[in-house]
């Protein structure tokens, strides 16, 4: 990526900060944009080749999931878009700025969660995930997931990572947002409940202050719960219940 692609990665994000302001704390708004705008290409992992290759993903370079290795909850995204196949970090382009500043005005920083996406290559103009490419990418996902503490709380983004991880039958995530889906392990106890919320792309494309509220209320609701997961009478409570 050169220095004026970036720049003009940058640029794109400028009308965002300023609608932003109206729904969410200036300071942490200017926090996400100023965190955003530090960010380097992300060295190594991230700029080689897969060696998977889905047949329809280009350029086949990986975005892995980036945050605390001690991190509870986990933020789950659908695929790496533009910025995201440049800079090699997930959620670092418009609906990056959104969810960072979300997790800015409840005074958490994204290194404290991990931020990752069901599909790790970004798919042609952006279109959903495939099941087949959903199904390849399983295995580097539960990796990242398996360096994790036990009793994970996971705020999926979206319909692609809400279907993901609860499989057939779940209904779309405008009737489920907010909703704990407990009692769900996925790959072998991993992850102890699963909160749907909406996209932040979506999230974006409404920019009203209803839509902001339910946005941030589940990140606050998530962030509770993967709190609470860290007091073992709460923990054990909840995994038998399940
Ligand atoms: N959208 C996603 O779902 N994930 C990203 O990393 C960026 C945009």
């Not at 390849?136 to 994970?152: A, F, S």
Request: with cysteine; net charge positive; glycine share 6%.
């Amino acid at each position: 990526m050169t220095s004026s692609d970036r720049n003009e990665l940058l640029k794109r994000l400028e009308p965002f900060v300023h609608r932003l302001c109206f729904y969410l704390p200036k300071p942490a708004v200017e926090d996400a944009y100023d965190y955003l705008c530090s960010l380097t290409v992300r060295p190594s992992a991230a700029r080689t080749l897969c060696p998977r290759r889905c047949p329809d993903l280009e350029p086949h370079r990986p975005v892995s999931g980036y945050g605390s290795r001690k991190a509870r909850l986990v933020i789950l995204g659908e695929a790496p878009g533009e910025a995201e196949d440049l800079v090699g970090y997930p959620f670092v382009g418009p609906s990056g700025l959104v969810l960072t500043a979300a997790l800015r005005s409840l005074g958490v920083d994204r290194e404290q969660v991990l931020i990752t996406n069901v599909v790790r290559c970004r798919p042609p103009g952006n279109r959903e995930p495939h099941p087949s490419e959903q199904k390849v990418c399983t295995e580097h996902l539960k990796n990242e997931l398996t360096d994790l503490p036990q009793g994970l709380v996971v705020l999926t983004l979206g319909n692609v990572p809400l279907k993901f991880m609860r499989q057939s039958g779940t209904p779309g995530v405008t009737s489920c947002r907010g909703i704990l889906l407990d009692s769900f392990r996925w790959q072998q106890s991993l992850v102890s409940a699963v909160i749907p919320t909406y996209h932040p792309s979506y999230v974006l494309r409404r920019m009203n202050r209803e839509t902001i509220d339910l946005f941030v209320r589940d990140i606050r609701e998530a962030l509770g719960l993967a709190l609470a997961l860290r007091w073992p009478a709460f923990s054990s409570h909840f995994h038998e219940s399940s």
